[in-house]
């Protein structure tokens, strides 16, 4: 939308214009259904087999590991279910910060398949301590175990410790599964240098189109399909390929790997701008997680005194054209913390907003929303 400044990337994010183009071709030109025989079902079947070597290539996985889906919520609930339902994971490590698509996940297929599920302890930060994973397993010596934690948190930005946590799991035979979406494309990941069961990642974060999203699956986890009815994806993944989508994503995602560290560079130094000038403006402020282990640079999490202009906040910004994101849920009329908030224990009468940026957010944007902001508050 022109006028507006969009400060939600973590929500999601542009498709690259080089990106739109290549669909669009693909739409007009090549619609044939992947799984068809014919010379256009063949060509289509060949652009996807040539996206899922592209993105093998980058996280360094075989092919025959890579699958599409529609989301990385699919990817997230396809994992969690089957790995209990084929691979008999009877105890699920988890955190309290994770995303609900994870967290639903889990509870759901705990209630039904009698499954233990413990939840690390996370500080006020959102980090996770990994050492606390050896002491549940060492506990638990009759049980098959899945670790499900995320590389990167949507809501505060931290990064968990994931090549610890991946070193203990591969140490004590544990399932590892990782919600990378949102360190994706940023940050570099090696499915063969950090040891990783399972790994899912959402198109439309970096610079893709929506409704696609990949899982890894390391060879040596044989599961059975999600979604069933159809022979594609090698019988793991039934229904129709989103080919443009599928082309869209690995294009999207070689671009930013492309130019990863131009990009990482320009983030970095965007949410250091807006962090110092912020806290010169509103020295009450203070950001979330700043203290963590790590923290990837798109993201930051800013927790607002308590008061009636911060109520109105998220309502003022956008009114005035600025897109973030709250970090309370309404629940029956109720504005309460988000559960990533109630987990580090973030004092409820404070407002947070999430800001998120991209490699084309500028200093200018920051300026007006600082203005913005102090305006506000
Ligand atoms: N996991 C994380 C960490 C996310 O941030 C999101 C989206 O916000 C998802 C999973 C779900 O991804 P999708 O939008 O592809 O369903």
Do not use: W
Not at 104 to 111: G, H
Not at 142 to 161: A, C, F, Q, T
Not at 283 to 298: L, Y
């Amino acid at each position: 939308m022109a006028n507006s400044i969009y400060l939600d990337h973590a929500a999601t994010t542009f498709v690259r214009p080089e990106v739109i183009d290549t669909m669009h071709t693909l739409m007009r030109e090549e619609y044939g259904n992947a799984s068809s025989i014919h010379s256009q079902g063949r060509s289509a079947r060949s652009k996807v087999e040539s996206a899922r070597k592209k993105i093998a290539k980058i996280i360094n996985a075989s092919v025959g590991e890579l699958f599409f889906t529609s989301t990385a919520t699919e990817a997230n609930n396809m994992i969690i279910q089957r790995a209990v339902i084929d691979l008999g994971v009877d105890l699920i490590i988890s955190s309290p910060t994770e995303h609900h698509c994870v967290l639903y996940a889990i509870a759901r297929v705990a209630k039904e398949n009698n499954v233990k599920v413990v939840n690390l302890k996370v500080d006020q930060n959102g980090d996770v301590d990994p050492e606390e994973i050896q002491i549940i397993a060492k506990a638990n010596p009759d049980k098959k175990i899945m670790v499900s934690l995320m590389n990167g948190n949507n809501e505060l930005g931290n990064m968990h410790p994931v090549s610890a946590i991946s070193a203990i799991c591969k140490e004590m035979d544990i399932l590892f599964h990782c919600d990378a979406v949102q360190a994706m494309g940023k940050y570099h990941i090696d499915v063969q240098r950090t040891y990783y069961s399972f790994l899912t990642a959402s198109s439309h974060k970096f610079h893709g189109p929506k409704g696609v999203g990949f899982v890894y699956i390391n060879n040596g986890n044989i599961i059975s399909p999600f979604i069933v009815g159809g022979a594609q994806e090698r019988n793991m993944r039934a229904g129709t390929e989103n080919v443009y989508g599928i082309v869209g994503m690995a294009d999207a995602l070689s671009m930013m790997v492309d130019e990863r560290d131009i990009i990482v560079n320009h983030l970095s130094e965007i949410q250091s701008y807006f962090e110092s000038k912020l806290l010169q403006a509103i020295p009450t402020c203070t950001i979330n997680a700043q203290g963590a282990h790590a923290r990837m640079a798109h993201i930051t999490s800013v927790s607002f005194p308590p008061g009636p202009k911060a109520d109105m906040l998220m309502f003022n910004l956008d009114i005035n054209g600025f897109c973030a994101s709250s970090g309370s849920a309404c629940s029956a009329g109720i504005e309460e913390d988000s559960h990533v908030l109630i987990a580090i224990d973030h004092p409820s009468d404070r407002k947070t907003i999430r800001f998120s940026f991209s490699y084309l957010t500028t200093t200018s944007e920051i300026d007006s929303l600082i203005e913005a902001l102090g305006r506000m508050i």
